[in-house]
């Protein structure tokens, strides 16, 4: 689905078509040039995720960038419709949608039942930050927002660079996976490549600001399985394989621990080289227990320091 931003400079109308990036600021080098001092150079992006979600991302601007009146400290999802205030411009958010992605309910589910959707086999990454609350309540909001533009941005990277995709951004968490054939394998072991590096940008944090009081972590859920793709929205993963992930992430906190991998995940890995406390937990929505892996970022290191020595070595 296509978008743009729509706005008016000089007195005359533009429409400026939404890109994989579309930046925003006084710099004369940004995509949508804003001349007004109460707007930094660097102010904001809009960022397309999958197919069709546009999410505006502050830059830790000096004077914010806002959403329908509300301030952005996070990347925030943009709706047809949506006014971005910046300094004193406003700029508009529309999207075309496709006939049936404005069908009434009834039609939609007809349209859900008759369609054909893609059924791929995928390892699913939640990740969540801990202790995010207490700092939006200690710190100003400016050093918030560039501090969690920093991570968004360098999570990404770290996703992209290992073979995922990020689905989602939902407040302080992120929703990634990985889509694959054959090599489960390889899949699960970039998955938790990707966690532990996840947990050092998290701890970048942590060492590069003095105003942290209660020190960042992260909780990860990882969950392999069949999911459906494109249905409500173009790419997005839809099924119990992410519910179930969603599900396992929030058991960290349970179990004290900083990954809970499922059985269908852990089980692909080599079995010399598997660690952690295996358990049964259970799950909202799930009748049966869960046969799960409970891990430690530092031991999840070991591992996969030892997965590729041997592989190496064979």
Partial sequence: MSAKICYRNKGVDKKIPCKAVLTLGRDKNSDIVIIDLLASRNHAMIRRLGHSDYYLIDSGSSNGSFVNSYRVAIPRLLKT??????????LVFEQEHKEEDVMDTLSMEETIISDR??????????????????????????????????????????ITQHGGIVDKFIGDCVFARWEFDTDEEQSVIKVLQAAILINDVTEELNNNSDIVREKLRVGVGINSGIASMGIGQDATALGDAVNIAFRLESATKVLGTDIVMSESSYSSLPENCMIGEKQHIRVKGKRDALRICSLHFDDVRNMLKKTVKESIET
């Fill in 81 to 90: 419709g949506d006014r971005i205030q910046i300094g004193g411009s406003e």
């Fill in 117 to 158: 959707p893609v059924i791929r086999q995928i390892t699913v990454l939640v990740a969540d930050i801990r202790g995010f609350t207490s700092l939006s309540e200690s710190v100003d909001i400016r050093t918030l927002t560039r501090m969690m533009t920093k991570w968004f941005h360098n999570v990404t990277d770290v």
